[in-house]
Structures are given as structure tokens and as C-alpha cells.
């Protein structure tokens, strides 16, 4: 498998060649993705199907008792599932583009793989970076909070 680039004369040539060895790798990654997006879609499921029966069983209970706690728990669950779906989602279409590109040695596939991969860990990184920013935001909150007592 070869991937075109441009040389000092904006010609295309082909530059990088992947070896055996280097596609045995990337087939056992695909195959590695494939199981963690399938688990992460499964989850996904799990936590829409919990969030739901929170929200309205669980909701319905504590409100009597006072306690509507429950339901922002249920909501909430359903927000953090709709939102890993896009990770998983490219990581799954990584690992189905990567298969495509070993089984019909295109480089077209390879590319999109690859731009799915860059968008799973895009996407993580600047989660990461707001559910950080997140957590030192109310961490400070709290210390002025507990301060101001």
C-alpha cells in the first residue's frame, strides 16, 4: 500500500509504502477499534436505556418523596451517552475504513480511515479539555464558596 505525495516539481509520486509487517499492524488495530466501538455503542445503549428509566420511573418516586434529584441524574445520563456517541462513532468508521483499504489496497480508504482516527482523538482532546476546565472551575467555586462561609 503506497501513499501519494507532491515533490519539489508539484508532481505525485509515491513515497510511503507500508510493509507486510506494517498492514499486519493496522489489521490487528482495526480489529481492536472494531471491538471498542461496538463495546462503546452497546454502553451508549445501556446508559440511554438507564437514563431514560431514571428520568421517568425513578423521577415520578423520589418527587413524592420530595427528592427530584433523580430525574437531573436520568437527564444527564442521557446528555453524557449522546455525546460519547460521536467518538465512538469514528473510531467505528476507522477501523470499517481500514479493513476496506487492506482487503482492496486503496489509498483513498487508508486517507479516510485516518482522518476518522484524527477526528476520535480530536474530538476526545478538546473534550478532555473542557471536562478539565470543568473540574478546576468548580473546584474553585467550592474554595470561594467555603471561603466566603
Known amino acids: 500500500m503506497e501513499l501519494a505525495s507532491q515533490n519539489e516539481n508539484g508532481l505525485f509520486n509515491e513515497q510511503l509504502v507500508l510493509t507486510a509487517e506494517s498492514v499486519g499492524y493496522l489489521q490487528k488495530i482495526a480489529s481492536w477499534t472494531t471491538y471498542f466501538s461496538i463495546l462503546g455503542f452497546v ?3 445501556l446508559m440511554l436505556v438507564f437514563g431514560i428509566v431514571v428520568t421517568t420511573f425513578m423521577s415520578a418516586i423520589f418527587a413524592t418523596a420530595g427528592q427530584p434529584f433523580m430525574a ?3 437527564f444527564i445520563y442521557i446528555v453524557i451517552a449522546l455525546i460519547y456517541f460521536t467518538p465512538v462513532l469514528y473510531l467505528y ?3 470499517i475504513n481500514t479493513k476496506k483499504a487492506i482487503r482492496a489496497n486503496d489509498s483513498n480508504e487508508i486517507m479516510l480511515a485516518l482522518k476518522n482516527l484524527k477526528s476520535h482523538f480530536k474530538f476526545v482532546g478538546i473534550f478532555t479539555i473542557v471536562v ?3 473540574y478546576i472551575i468548580a473546584g474553585l467555586g467550592f474554595a470561594l464558596a467555603r471561603l466566603l462561609m
Open 43 to 45: 454502553f451508549i445503549g
Open 72 to 74: 437531573y441524574l436520568g
Open 93 to 95: 468508521r476507522f477501523s
Open 132 to 134: 478539565m476546565s470543568l
